[in-house]
């Protein structure tokens, strides 16, 4: 299901290619042109972008299925290389989120600033390197939509790869004793088959019936520099993150715990079993873990006043309890 949405991701974003220009005094103009003058262009683009959210769902569901089978011990190869894959796909979303130059869009990239800028010595540097320029401007969004365009091909050999790897390591099963093979087909394609009619078939209930659903009103207004937003939301799987960055003053704390976040699955990975916990413990802490990711995704869309405040102290703290656990 993964890969068929990776696939389904980077078809409709070549065809979304062929109409887009990198300019920022059109790249808004050219959004009403896609919906309104291009064939089917609205239904490629929300393809796209309700695309992306579907497959971070599916990603995380991923994530979280290893996480409580406990299989980035079995299998750190495969875990590490899934790593590079996630943390890839967070870089390659953000920048195409950018991209349509919406108000949020263009003071999302504004905002990203925080975390260059804490770099000792060389952050400012760094900033405008990656910018072109002393601010948010048509190099940036050169920048931003070519890397957009070629970092989704390097995912694929990444994955090509994890595929690969991991076939030869072998699974990780459930049943470890179990030396019946069971062939592929029919069995594997009928199992594959259900899934993928099932994830198209809620792709198209999004796209058909609430295609705005996920979409914030005020990426409906054309970006301007001039005028800030009240409240920067980024997209719902950036949000558990960003919820860690604002939860401290400090900026530079922040950074570093986000960081932190970002590399938790890494050293979950490297980290040593605890033997004082068993399977079933450490399930439900699992488990409470997973519950306390979602809380920290729905207090990042909100700000962070009290008794917010204060929950999100809490809900960071125990996101890094597997850590604990092992």
């Known amino acids: ?21 990198p300019q920022t005094l059109y790249r808004f103009r050219m959004i009403m042109s896609l919906i309104f003058d291009v064939e089917s262009g609205l239904l490629i683009r929300f393809i796209h972008c309700n695309g992306s959210r579907l497959l971070f769902i599916t990603v995380y569901l991923h994530i979280f299925k290893g996480i409580y089978y406990n299989r980035y011990r079995r299998n750190k190869g495969v875990w590490m290389i899934g790593t590079v894959i996630y943390v890839t796909m967070i870089l390659v979303a953000f920048l195409g989120y950018v991209l349509p130059w919406g108000q949020i869009r263009y003071w999302g990239a504004t905002v990203i600033r925080r975390l260059i800028t804490t770099i000792p010595i060389v952050g400012q540097t760094l900033l405008i390197w990656i910018w072109g320029d002393y601010s948010v401007s048509n190099r940036t969004l050169n920048r931003f939509y070519t890397l957009h365009f070629i970092l989704p091909f390097i995912i694929l050999v990444v994955i090509l790869i994890h595929v690969v790897y991991l076939h030869y390591k072998g699974r990780t099963t ?16 009928l199992k ?11 792709l198209m209930i999004n ?33 558990f993150a960003y919820c860690i960055l604002k939860t401290f003053e400090r900026k530079v704390v922040g950074v ?4 932190l976040s ?4 890494i050293i979950l990975a490297l980290k040593n079993a605890n033997i004082l916990w068993s399977s079933i413990q450490r399930k439900i802490v699992i488990i409470g873990w997973i519950v306390n990711f979602i809380i920290l995704t729905k207090i990042g869309a909100m700000e962070l006043i009290y008794p917010y405040s204060i929950l999100s102290v809490v809900c960071t703290i125990i996101h890094f309890a597997p850590l604990i656990i092992g």
């Open 262 to 265: 970002v590399g938790f699955f």
């Open 192 to 202: 594959d088959l259900v899934g993928f009619i099932c994830l198209i078939g809620l």
């Open 207 to 239: 796209i058909y019936y609430f295609p705005r659903f996920f979409l914030d009103s005020e990426n409906s207004i054309k970006a301007r520099s001039l005028v800030t937003p009240i409240h920067i939301v980024p997209e719902w799987y950036f949000l």
């Open 174 to 189: 459930l049943i470890r004793r179990n030396k019946l093979i069971i062939p592929f087909r029919p069995y594997f394609i």
């Open 256 to 259: 570093i715990i986000l960081i």
């Open 1 to 21: 299901m993964l890969g068929l949405l990776t696939v389904l991701q980077i078809l409709t974003g070549v065809f979304l290619r062929i109409h887009y220009v």
